[in-house]
C-alpha cells in the first residue's frame, strides 16, 4: 500500500493560481495512472484530472479544461496540479489517487487516496 500525501493547497483570490502537490511513499507510483479529484462541501467527490503512467496522456474534466494542468515527476514520485485562471466554484479539498481498475472518471476507480488538501477561491 502507497501513503499519499497532498500540499499545495491554500486561500486565492479568484483569477489566481495554485499549484497543489502529492508525493507518494511505500512504493513507487511510476507503473501507476494517478487522478486528482475534488469534493466540495454537500456534494459527491468528482474528477478533475488524470495522467497516465509515463504521463504521455492526460484527462481533465471539462470543467476545469484549459485552465488546469495535471502532470507527474516519477523519479520522485510525485503528481502535480497546476490550477490557473481558480473561480469561487473550484473551491474543495483537493485529493490525489491512485488508479486501479475501471473508468478513470470515477472515484470507485481508484484503490489509494491522500487525505486532501483545502483549496479555497474567494471572489
Known amino acids: 500500500q502507497v501513503q499519499l500525501v497532498e500540499s499545495g493547497g491554500g486561500l486565492v483570490q479568484a483569477g489566481g493560481s495554485l499549484r497543489l502537490s502529492c508525493v507518494g511513499s511505500?512504493?513507487?507510483?511510476?507503473?501507476?495512472?494517478m487522478g486528482w479529484f475534488r469534493q466540495a462541501p454537500g456534494k459527491e467527490r468528482e474528477f478533475v484530472a488524470g495522467i497516465s503512467w509515463n504521463g504521455d496522456n492526460t484527462y481533465y474534466a471539462d470543467s476545469v479544461k484549459g485552465r488546469f494542468t495535471i502532470s507527474r515527476d516519477n523519479a520522485k514520485n510525485m503528481v502535480f496540479l497546476q490550477m490557473n485562471s481558480l473561480k469561487p466554484e473550484d473551491t474543495a479539498v483537493y485529493y490525489c489517487?491512485?488508479?486501479?481498475?475501471?473508468?478513470?472518471?470515477?472515484?470507485?476507480?481508484?484503490?489509494?487516496w491522500g487525505r486532501g488538501t483545502q483549496v479555497t477561491v474567494s471572489s
Open positions: 489517487a491512485v488508479y486501479f481498475t475501471g473508468n478513470l472518471y470515477y472515484s470507485g476507480s481508484y484503490a489509494d
Open positions: 511505500g512504493r513507487t507510483l511510476r507503473s501507476n495512472r
